[in-house]
């Protein structure tokens, strides 16, 4: 056990996001470790202190943890937003190539993934080779805020708690574009839908999503 939590879910991309794959240190508490061997089990109760002796002080550490949190929120909301968007494309090319011979559909469904895309691509970086070209978009930008809090123990500098103020302005800038794409142009998508006797265009409530994801 190395003393951390799960890491975030992040949004999906074409590479690997490594905030994804390192959780925040948990905090002070009690914890029950259980080790499992087939049917059998056994439990222990442990205390988790703060060390005494650290060089950081009680309010330096909390917060940390509370800039890990808030940055871990902010990375999992980001990737929730992008799974809606998937949701979209997946769905909407269906009805589209499950009714090819509709052709106001078919340019209803476009028009919509257009714009889908054009959202998303400032949330994850979309370009092959990334490390190489350097592309960096929201999600990149998270996960270099949220890697550099987690991984010192210390009070984070300005400069991070400034960059995640940033951050949460560009995340609510793309989740009111989101809703305008969801109130205007999924609704009118899912009227049409209604009408010639197809399946509407659904997105995962955070509660499914969670479900599906948390697994």
Do not use: C, H
């Not at 991070?160 to 009111?176: N, P």
């Amino acid at each position: 056990w190395d003393m951390r939590v799960k890491p975030p879910r992040v949004a999906k991309g074409v590479k690997l996001d490594f905030s994804g794959f390192t959780g925040p240190m948990i905090t002070e508490g009690n914890y029950t470790i259980k080790l499992v061997k087939g049917d059998q089990s056994i439990e222990q109760k442990v205390e988790i202190k703060n060390d005494p002796t650290s060089y950081y002080s009680i309010e330096e550490r909390k917060l940390q943890q509370q800039t890990s949190a808030e940055i871990f929120k902010l990375q999992e909301d980001l990737a929730y937003l992008a799974a809606k968007l998937n949701a979209i494309k997946d769905q909407g090319a269906s009805r589209k190539n499950g009714n090819a011979a509709n052709k106001a559909l078919g340019g209803m469904v476009d028009g919509l993934l257009k714009k889908v895309d054009v959202l998303y691509v400032t949330l994850v970086a979309s370009i092959e080779w990334t490390n190489i070209t350097g592309e960096e978009k929201l999600r990149e930008k998270i996960s270099d805020v949220y890697y550099g809090v987690i991984s010192y123990e210390g009070k984070p500098t300005q400069s991070q708690l400034d960059r995640i103020k940033g951050l949460q302005k560009e995340f609510q800038d793309a989740v009111t574009a989101g809703e305008k794409i969801f109130n205007l142009d999924l609704k009118a998508l899912n009227a049409y839908l209604v009408k010639a006797k197809l399946d509407e265009v659904k997105l995962p409530s955070r509660e499914d999503w969670d479900k599906e994801t948390l697994k």
